[in-house]
């Protein structure tokens, strides 16, 4: 079937003009000149004829058959004047990209906690009630058997089929009360990660939300993981309910320092991601804190497990953020620009009697001591002992791994240091004294300051050998240093 022609067809078919524009009389007034030349330079003039020829058909051809593909041509419009003020339009390849502002935040942050599934994909939750299938421990092959401390049952992680890889988690089901003999039925309690992670599953008690649970901790991936929380309710007794489901790393920490700990998630791909779960008015809500310290993508977000701090990272820029005791509202602690990071703390001492060091995965519970003669005191666990002097005392683990000194802020009684690049990251580092040919005895120091006329050194000794033994717990004790006058 043939198609309708276009209009621009038929002239650039026939051309746009009715008649040839390089007539016959022009072709013999070209050859005229050509053989007027030719007595001076014959073969010079003959290839100017040439290529006067070529020119000028290349250039009418190109004006009677324009390209077919493009569009048509747009009307004519005016010329525009001539503004001498105005600048040159910069070419799109050299447009400069405007210098990204960072928001402007306030020193405190209220936090608004939300329904988690308002948020689809952010994290990934399960808040479906699913109650635990019951079926034979013959149907699966049993990979390994956890026995969970506090009398919280046997579990199995197994496969459905010889060859898989998926694996999955089973509680032990028994035939009266604990110690009785277990029945030839399993519990299966979902998907626990995948067979090369075997063994970094976990089965423990959990006390998130006020509440008892069991969580079963699993690995599918280098940053894959799966937690499932389980109870057990009176009407269905013994048949474990799961109602709390949360693929990716997590910490439980009570932080707001209520007595209740909440669920803190963290997501780290192209940037760092955290959120926090908590139970209000009987139901799980969420806080994105990316969202709440404007630090969206591309920014970071990320969470210091240890002290207890939140960072939104920006371009040369860190803000610190601590949550508020007793409420939903995060409070500035410092900006650090740099990329250093604060370790202490620090602020005014309010009379709270004992608190949660996090040191690693452990939580230590540490009781207040006030510094003989300094307007200072810290949170001791039970493994550092106060040791009196005349003049005021120190501060030793009991397995004698090493010692935590208070000084006076004055830098010239401070010994010849070094900064060491292991601890470079903390703003309030000031340098390590080595002791020893082998530099087998260190000391850090650190200068806090709860303002410019009220300061002290602290200095941290240890061997060196014992570095990663004893000093994360040395670390997070002098992160929890409060300023405390005695009046």
Not at 34 to 49: D, G, H, I, L, S
């Amino acid at each position: 079937m043939n198609q309708p022609k276009p209009d621009w067809y038929e002239q650039a078919k026939g051309g746009p003009f009715a008649k040839p524009l390089f007539t016959e009389e022009m072709k013999q007034e070209v050859n005229r000149q050509v053989m007027e030349e030719r007595p001076r330079k014959r073969n010079f003039a003959m290839w100017t004829a040439a290529l006067t020829i070529g020119v000028c058909l290349t250039g009418l051809l190109l004006f009677i058959y324009p390209n077919i593909n493009s569009p048509a041509p747009a009307p004519a419009s005016p010329e525009p004047s001539l503004n001498l003020e105005s600048p040159s339009p910069v070419p799109p390849e050299s447009t400069q990209t405007p210098e990204t502002q960072v928001p402007e935040l306030d020193e405190q942050i209220r936090l608004v906690y939300e329904n988690p599934l308002d948020f689809p994909g952010a994290y990934p939750v399960d808040l479906r009630r699913v109650e635990a299938t019951r079926i034979p421990k013959a149907s699966v092959i049993v990979k390994r058997t956890i026995e969970a401390e506090g009398d919280l049952g046997n579990y199995f992680i197994y496969v459905k089929n010889e060859g898989d890889s998926q694996l999955y988690s089973g509680m032990e089901i028994l035939t009266g009360g604990v110690g009785t003999l277990p029945t030839s039925d399993i519990y299966e309690l979902g998907p626990a990660g995948e067979l090369p992670y075997l063994d970094d599953i976990e089965v423990r008690g959990s006390y998130i939300f006020g509440e008892f649970y069991i969580r079963i901790y699993g690995v599918c991936g280098a940053n894959c993981v799966t937690n499932d929380w389980i109870h057990f309710e009176e009407g269905l007794p013994g048949v474990p309910i799961r109602d709390f489901q949360l693929n990716t790393h997590i910490q439980e920490v009570d932080i707001d320092e209520d007595g209740i700990s909440e669920v803190i998630a963290t997501i780290s791909s192209t940037i760092g991601e955290v959120g926090i779960f908590k139970k209000i008015n009987g139901q799980i809500r969420f806080v994105d804190l990316n969202k709440a310290f404007q630090a969206e993508h591309p920014y970071s977000v990320i969470y210091d497990h240890n002290r207890k701090i939140f960072s939104a990272i920006f371009p040369n820029l860190k803000r610190m953020y601590q949550y508020k005791k007793g409420e939903d509202v995060m409070e500035l602690i410092q900006n650090a620009e740099g990329g250093k990071d604060p370790l202490i703390i620090g602020g005014l001492y309010d009379g709270t009697d004992s608190i949660q060091l996090q040191v690693g995965k452990a939580s230590l519970e540490a009781n207040w001591f006030k510094v003989p003669y300094k307007d200072f005191g810290l949170y001791l666990p039970s493994s550092i002992k106060e040791v009196k002097f005349e003049d005021g005392s120190e501060y030793e683990a009991e397995n004698g791994m090493g010692i935590i000194q208070f000084r006076d802020a004055d830098e010239s009684t401070l010994p010849y240091l070094r900064k060491e690049s292991d601890l470079a990251q903390y703003s309030e580092y000031v340098g390590t004294e080595f002791w020893g040919d082998d530099k087998s005895i260190r000391y850090d120091y650190f200068l806090y300051e709860h303002d410019e006329e009220r300061r002290t050194y602290i200095a941290i000794r240890y061997k060196t050998k014992d570095t990663e033994q004893i000093r994360p717990l040395f670390l997070s004790v002098v992160a929890n240093i409060r300023y405390a006058p005695d009046n």
